[in-house]
């Protein structure tokens, strides 16, 4: 046999498309070629896989090799490949015997004595392959990765291995997931919290509606410490969102059980240095920033205006359609980065002043003005977290109510917007939230006064709606007047700062 097809998978931002390695052996002076796009790192495989395969105790061919990675047009990156063209190399010289291939995918970087390293990226190509109906064989070092999918999955740790695979002398072994970990100690729960109960209130309304929330106030009254609290009362993640994470964190090359765990939510924050392709990805082979690595969880941007504006206006787009689109002249790529965002800022540079104008003050308004509005109105809430008096600080004995109590109230609601239309309240359409809301002639007329006077935009006007159906969902009764006047609570502050950053 002079010619061998076998099947690999590229990486595309969190996608995984399907790779086809030809290999063809004719007459010739030994050399050996391969084209399809390939970069540095796969021109070197040639190398690479000769050594693996002479110190495996096989033959490498005296002839004329070719090697091609279709589709031509796609580039190829990494040394996820090796495997696959020292398969295809064995295969075409008649190494192997007859291999159904087609039913078999193959990943993996060759060491020089034919051993097999981890490569990254792998559980998007764990899930194609599943899709696609293949055994996929893959390194051990990323058999954990391969476990969240349930697929027909195995791994080896050499070359030989792979090759008593295929022949039947000896089946790899299955990839079976870790054990489950045991849960952390480090819980940050809300009971720690004392005071501020329109914040914890605000956190919850945020946790319960998948809702972006800023905190506002002077510094030492509790906006981080509040922040960090919220991925321990937001709802379990569904299996779908459970692989999506792990798709992303798989693919920015994070240790699994180490930098991130299955089914735990991301909180990620950003230092406020850093750039905008730090937040939404970027580089000459794009990878996934910081609103992606948050995906199906929260990211946090404290001390907000030090953060420079354009930067903060790259988020305008993912906080909108909760999608990172990153165009090089390489291609494009696409990363999902539907987070929760969650802001904490001081009203000023200056020493707290306690005053009642104090947001109206020249160097808050200094101050304020590294904000842009648009960026403002894609925050759903708005909250003032004014200092503690000392007799509360000071005195307070009784524990604040747990993360635990809350999250149960917060799953409610979530389970009662998913019987209703499968999605939470944030994902809504404009026409489904009016049709839900089901506003009385008399509500109308009141949300119409209240948006001429805070002088709302229309996207703020539906995200009004939105926050007031999660209440309603927190309460477990229909949209009322008091939903609607809670849920534009929460935008008076705005007024506020939109007035100074529009001045």
Known sequence: MSLATIYGRARVGVAS???????????????????????????????????AIINSHFEWPTRRVTINLAPADLPKEGGRYDLAIAISVLAASGQLEEVNYRDYEFIGELALSGELRGVSGLLPSAIACHQANRQLVLPSENQQEAALVEGDAVHATHLTQVTAHLLKHARLPDCVPAPPEPPALDHKDMKDVKGQYQARRALEVAAAGRH???????????????????????????EEEALAVASVQSVAGRKMGVEWHWGERPF???HHSSSAA???GGGSIPKPGEASLAHCG????????EFDRK???VLREPLENGEVHISRARGQVTYPARFQLVAAMNASNEAYSGEQNYYQSSASQKYLKKLSAPFLDRIDLHVEVPPLPSGVLVNAQEEGESSESVRQRVERAVARQRERQGVQNALLSGRQLEAICALSDEDKQFMQQALETLKL????????????????????????????????????????LSAVVSS
């Open 457 to 496: 935009s229309a996207r703020a006007y539906h995200r009004v709606l939105k926050v007031a159906l999660t209440l309603a969902d927190l309460s477990d009764s229909p949209v009322t007047r008091a939903h609607l006047m809670e849920s534009l609570s929460y935008r008076k502050m705005e007024k506020t």
């Open 17 to 51: 498309p399907l790779v086809t390695v030809e290999t063809h052996i004719s007459n010739g002076l030994p050399s050996l070629n391969i084209v399809g796009l390939p970069e540095a790192a796969v021109r070197e495989a040639k190398d690479r896989v000769r050594s």
């Open 278 to 280: 730090a937040l939404v």
């Open 268 to 270: 990620r924050s950003p």
């Open 298 to 305: 929260v990211l946090f941007l404290d001390e907000l205006p």
């Open 212 to 238: 972006n929330l800023l905190f506002i106030g002077p510094p030492g009254t509790g906006k981080t410490m509040l922040a960090s609290r919220l991925p321990g009362i937001m709802p379990a993640m569904i």
């Open 311 to 313: 930067v903060l206006e």
